[in-house]
């Protein structure tokens, strides 16, 4: 019999080293994420290996699974926790090594192993840890799954098979590397600054772009678990700031910015300035609706109007779906639909055939956009996105709020909205023209301008995002609207950054 996880334990004591601990809030939506040693200990991601095993099972998957770990000074003895308790469940695990993340679910196609368990804080802060998991190869789970895993885990519900079995899979890195390199280089010379915080993506992303024919220039490609400089996060200012002035100091073409396991990519163009991620995704769109007839995107909830107003989109004939925002709920909605690829503002794009197996990887979209140039060279990347009807954005702010409460405050927002659109109250000096509440509340005002709460997946946080088609004073006054509507709840905190 394996310990029942316990949701807090002292360290330094006895009972911590003897105990499983997991914090219930960690399993979210999609994915895992605790804080190691206050949240979760060793064996506490040993009894979550476990409980993977046993759900995998129980499901009639074949028991054999991927896994790998990102460059955090503890990820590799997580990794090999979780190993145990997968090889304690019966499942014969393919270990790749340190990795990104769309490593991992490149080996699940590669190696052809159904099943895959990446140990990743993504681009949490130090101190986070997590694991990206599925068995259904290119999706990830979803709140369906992760209730099943939270249920067997923390009632220590273990199918205890025995005969799992262990494979170091050496030099896979080489293989993801050829895959994505293996075309025709660009037939445009491309300076572009290569940037990943000192995260994992510092040890693949340079070799891959220069393969494909770009000149690199590289920033905090060096891996460095304590990331001195700043957080790999392209969403984060100071990291887009530090590409900005890369990109200005070496006059390149443009600017990436790659998360910390590598599935997002940030974009900076040649004059230094931050292209938000669903802005590029409808430069994207509109180079790949003119070269497929009725193309079909998804775009989450968080990202810009223009893939439902772009003149060039309809002319176009694409199409494109609002959904909820989420590595996971996008690549399944993705999926389903069969729709060419998937926008998430965050930096998540989803590519299908013929661009790439469905699944968010931060290399495939940086190759995209290279490929866009490649067949525009007369037009550098600032002026693709000055082609772009103007729109005011703002970054994803993101205030505190508890896993414990912040879903009950976004339930408080929603009912708001939706009674002012009941009563005809003004919003932003507005009547509301349209909500979507998919995912939290998308309110959009009669002049277009609109904006987004939600609760964060990931983290105990709200997201907040705003736009408007008519101006910045608009843009702002949407988010005095939206923030009015969060300070009448004690619970939301200080925002991490506000326009």
Known sequence: MFPTPVAALSPNTYAYESQPLVKPTGFREYDARWLFEREINLMGVQALGMGLGTLIRRAG?????????????????????LVSG???????????????TPMAYFAQFDLDVPCVAMVTASHNDNGWTGVKMGMARPLTFGPDEMARLKEIVLA??????????YRFVENFPARYIADLTNRAPLTRNLKVVCACGNGTAGAFAPAILTKIGCEVVPLDTDLDFTFPRYNPNPEDLEMLHAIRDAVLASGADLGFGFDGDGDRCGVIDDTGEEIFADKVGVMLARDISARHANARFVVDVKSTGLFATDPVLIENGAVTEYWKTGHSYMKRRTHELGALVGFE????????????????????????????????????????????????SSPTMSPHCADETKYG??????????????????????????????????VTVADGTWGLVR???????LVVVVESPVSETRMREMF????????????????????
Not at 88 to 99: E, F, K, M, P, R
Not at 455 to 461: D, G, I
């Open 61 to 81: 998957v074949p028991p054999a699974i991927v896994t790998g770990h990102d460059f955090r000074s503890y990820s590799a003895s997580i990794k090999m926790a």
């Open 86 to 100: 997968l090889m304690a469940s019966g499942c014969t695990v393919h270990d790749i090594g340190l990795a990104i």
């Open 156 to 165: 220590a519900d273990f199918d205890l098979a025995g005969g799992g079995s």
């Open 345 to 392: 503002k965050s930096g998540h794009f989803f590519f299908n055939t013929p661009f790439g197996r469905g699944y968010d990887d931060g290399l495939v979209s940086a190759i995209a956009i290279c490929d866009m140039l490649d067949r525009n060279p007369d037009k550098r990347m600032s002026e693709l996105k000055d082609a772009l009807p103007k729109t005011w």
């Open 409 to 442: 405050v976004v339930d408080a927002v929603v009912k708001h909205f939706t009674e002012a659109q009941a009563t005809g109250a003004p919003v932003a000096g507005q009547t509301i023209r349209d909500l979507v509440t998919v995912n939290g509340i998308r």
């Open 455 to 461: 609760a964060s997946s990931n983290k105990p946080e």
């Open 480 to 499: 005095a609207a939206v923030d009015a509507v969060l300070r009448t709840h004690p619970e939301v905190g200080a925002y991490n950054q506000t326009i």
